[in-house]
């Protein structure tokens, strides 16, 4: 039988310790986001720059994003990521193709510039993620379950 979260059990009275998992959590996510906001600076691009190589580079079974994909994945509209697009062009990051199928796409696609660059972000980010998945798990187990 699977529990329900602890503030459902709760009659959705969240209780102090709730308040201090889900406090400790936010804490640790935004501890990440700076990690990796750090990161990316270091390397020379801004957080949005990594995470629109980061999305090309992540679609699945394909090495190439079109602009409404990048959209929905970076959270933004369309003629915001046309414009990170751009600069990541100019910048050497990425490459743009039309679609062989259909002309009026675009593909965006990583240059080897931008994959080494997002290679060393990416090789960061998971050391940071090994170090801190103890403490995430814990804080999901509590959140979970209730208990320590």
Not at 75 to 91: E, T
Not at 110 to 136: F, M, Y
Not at 142 to 148: H, W
């Amino acid at each position: 039988m699977v529990m329900a979260p602890v503030w459902r059990r709760t009659g959705g009275e969240l209780t102090s310790r709730d308040y201090q998992t889900l406090a400790q959590f936010r804490r640790r996510l935004r501890a990440f986001v700076h990690f990796s906001e750090a990161q990316a600076r270091r390397q020379g691009l801004t957080p949005q720059q990594h995470q629109l190589l980061l999305a090309v580079r992540g679609m699945p079974d394909r090495e190439w994003a079109t602009i409404g994909e990048l959209s929905d994945f970076l959270q933004l509209k369309n003629h915001s990521v046309v414009g990170l697009v751009n600069r990541a062009v100019s910048l050497g990051l990425v490459s743009r193709r039309p679609s062989s199928d259909d002309h009026r796409v675009t593909q965006i696609y990583l240059t080897a510039q931008g994959e080494a660059i997002l290679e060393a972000l990416s090789v960061a980010h998971k050391e940071e993620l090994r170090r801190i998945s103890g403490e995430i798990r814990q804080l999901l187990k509590v959140l979970e379950d209730g208990e320590p």
